[in-house]
């Protein structure tokens, strides 16, 4: 368990929805990361947040949208799906910025029907 | 701008046999870090092994070690004594630990391992 939580595990939904992802990280981890694995792809960097603030962005589609908020949680907002979009998401936390592992949730697992 | 480069899709290794996973990276940074992350078909990651561009040895932590090799910016990650348990996915990582507000994790596009026994 790497202490970073997930919700919710497995999603279903239609073209043209909206859906949220949250994320716990670990306990004192300021920075949380948001990742999207398509099927058979690699990890493809999506956003990161340090202590409430946006601080990089990588692929991520003007449909998609985060925050993070006082309590550390992050949010992965989806809006207007489309068959591409399903996706394995990771959130990652790490406790530094500079140094060590990026500790790995769950992962929600997004499929659009 | 960082790359990671992993040039095996698949491979199929007879169990208790040792095993090369290869890993390539480019950056002009000076200081980063290299990972190595598992991901069974189970979906989550699981951190295997962290190599810093300064650490002078190469890491090991159990079965995996790294064969680092900083001139080559090849960052192998070698198995001992496969197991069935070691089927999985394989991404090699690498982080860049020189600018701020950089420090995502850049992932190859994996090895997918299969333990034959």
């Known amino acids: 368990d790497s202490g970073v939580t997930q919700t919710p595990k497995h999603l279903i939904t239609a073209t043209g929805q909206r859906v949220t992802l949250r994320c716990s990280p670990r306990?004192?981890?300021?920075?949380v990361y948001w990742y999207q694995q398509s099927l058979d792809q690699g990890l493809q960097f999506l956003i990161q947040?340090?202590?409430?603030?946006?601080?990089a962005k990588g692929n991520i589609l003007e449909r998609f949208s985060a925050q993070q908020f006082p309590d550390l949680h992050s949010e992965l907002n989806l809006s207007s799906l489309e068959l591409g979009d399903s996706a394995l998401y990771f959130c990652a936390s790490t406790p530094t910025e500079l140094t060590g592992e990026l500790f790995f949730g769950e992962g929600s697992r997004l499929t659009v029907l | 701008a960082q790359k990671i480069t992993q040039t095996q899709p698949g491979m199929f290794v007879q169990e208790k046999e040792a095993v090369t996973l290869d890993c390539t990276y480019d950056?002009?940074?000076?200081?980063?870090?290299l990972f190595w992350y598992k991901q069974p078909s189970s979906g989550e990651m699981i951190f295997l092994i962290y190599?810093?561009?300064?650490?002078?040895q190469n890491a090991t932590e159990g079965r995996y070690s790294l064969n680092f090799q900083k001139a080559r910016k090849s960052a192998n990650l070698v198995i001992s004594a496969s197991q069935l348990g070691d089927s999985a996915m394989y991404f090699c990582?690498?982080?860049?630990?020189?600018?701020?507000?950089?420090?995502?994790?850049?992932f190859g596009t994996g090895t997918r391992l299969t333990i034959i026994p």
């Open positions: 947040y340090y202590n409430g603030e946006e601080r």
């Open positions: 190599q810093g561009s300064y650490d002078q």
């Open positions: 990582a690498m982080r860049d630990l020189t600018n701020f507000g950089n420090e995502k994790l850049t």
């Open positions: 950056t002009s940074d000076p200081s980063y870090g």
């Open positions: 306990s004192g981890d300021l920075s």
